[in-house]
Antibody, heavy 117, light 110 residues
């Protein structure tokens, strides 16, 4: 059964750091690009970060550039989001997704991140 | 504020059809035929229901259809059922490995 499972979320003070992990199973993990997408409860979705299938290419939304870094370890079927200098507005539920055909066809269950003093 | 504009709500009676619009710009919807739509139930992750404007993933009923004209994409749900009640989000590829989303539309089945 194809699935993505996120971990590593939690509560942190402004200026702090967190590392989110996403582990894939039941899928050819190294075949596809991956992204992180954030949702603030009661609000919409926002694309945060992209990483190519090999990890060679990455991109981040302007709001997190210079603070967040996406990476992956295909040997471990895992993807990561390193979040530094966290701000209150970074709070939300973070979804790990698989990308195909410029859409997101497989989603994790989501992991909450709370940035609060 | 979301880059793509969706109506906050839409509604219809069982059996009817409802269309949800998603308006972008010449940098996203107007430039690429790479619009996707997602259905989300409360407390659940979104589910892909339309990609590349009008294609359905395996397992998605043909009651869901998509289209695009200029800078506006649309999702039509035909033969509404009670179980269709959910939030719907549009998304578009915007070039350079970047994507944008709409603010979401809450669909109510009356």
């Amino acid at each position: 059964q194809a699935q993505l499972v996120e971990s590593g979320g939690g509560s942190v003070k402004p200026g702090g750091s967190l590392r989110l992990s996403c582990e894939g199973s039941g899928i050819p993990f190294s075949d596809d690009y991956m992204t992180w997408i954030r949702q603030v409860p009661g609000e919409g979705l926002r694309w945060i970060s992209y990483i190519s299938s090999t990890g060679r290419y990455t991109n981040h939304a302007d709001s997190v550039k210079g603070r967040f870094t996406i990476s992956r370890d295909n040997a471990k079927n895992s993807m990561f989001l390193h979040m530094n200098s966290l701000r209150v507005e970074d709070s939300g539920v973070y979804f790990c997704t698989r990308g195909r055909n410029h859409a997101f066809d497989l989603w994790g269950q989501g992991i909450p991140v709370i940035v609060s003093s | 504020q979301s880059v793509l504009t969706q109506p906050p709500s839409a509604s219809g009676s069982p059996g009817q059809s409802v269309t949800i619009s998603c308006t972008g710009s010449t940098s996203d919807i107007g430039r690429f035929d790479l619009v996707s739509w997602y259905q989300q139930f409360p407390g659940k992750a979104p589910r892909l229901i339309i990609y590349e404007v009008n294609k359905r993933p395996s397992g998605v009923p043909d009651r869901f259809s998509g289209s695009k004209s200029d800078r506006t994409a649309s999702l039509t749900v035909s033969g509404l059922r009670a179980e269709d009640e959910a939030d719907f989000y549009c998304s578009s590829y915007a070039g350079y490995n970047l994507w944008v989303f709409g603010g979401g539309t809450k669909l109510t089945v009356l």
